[in-house]
């Protein structure tokens, strides 16, 4: 996405609309993106301060880490940045702060690499198709539905029954 913004360099509007779709690449493994990712917001001048202010709204689907159901779900965040001009900030600071600025090179706004490693670094690190999923049965394969499965109770490895028989003496 291209966004030109000279008219807010050169101080003739204040506000500048941004709306439009964002084409994330390399999704991690087990994550598919699905059409639709989108960047809204306002790009703003003021005192020659100019600032991004955004929503990144990203749909995408995969697998719950715990029980393999497919999940379907949509990752929203903001993303704001200061706006600086090409040559006013130092390489060294614009490497450092790499998170807070976005450069514009002859009046033209690329934001898209910035807002792809946002995407990447956003998505949550396990997917899950809820928070209390308890994931699948170490018997039978089956998901957890409450503490039940459908499985006989566990069974208690014979070399650990004298530990047990410790145990239940400690509680009586």
């Known amino acids: 996405m291209l966004i030109d913004l000279s008219a807010i360099l ?3 509007i204040r506000e500048l609309p941004i709306d439009g779709e964002v084409f994330p690449d390399a999704a991690p493994d ?3 993106y699905l059409p639709g990712a989108r960047i809204s917001g306002v790009v703003s001048g003021s005192a020659g301060l100019v ?3 955004s929503r990144v709204t990203v749909p ?3 697998e719950c880490a715990r029980c393999l159901d497919p999940v379907e779900t949509v990752l929203e965040f903001d993303f704001d940045r200061t706006i600086v ?3 006013t900030v130092s ?3 614009l490497e450092e702060k790499a998170d807070e600025y976005l450069v514009v090179k002859r009046g033209i706004l690329e934001p898209d690499e910035a807002i792809i490693e946002s995407i990447y670094l956003e998505l949550p690190s396990r997917l899950l198709c809820s928070p209390d ?3 699948l049965c170490p018997k039978c394969g089956k998901k957890m539905i409450g503490d039940e499965c459908g499985c006989a109770p566990r069974e ?3 070399r650990w029954s004298k530990l047990k028989a410790l145990l239940d003496e400690d509680d009586e």
């Open 51 to 53: 600032t991004l202010t």
């Open 60 to 62: 995408y689907r995969g």
């Open 133 to 135: 999923c308890r994931g």
């Open 85 to 87: 001009t090409e040559g």
């Open 10 to 12: 050169r101080g003739e």
């Open 156 to 158: 208690i490895d014979p």
């Open 30 to 32: 087990g994550i598919e």
């Open 91 to 93: 390489d060294d600071v």
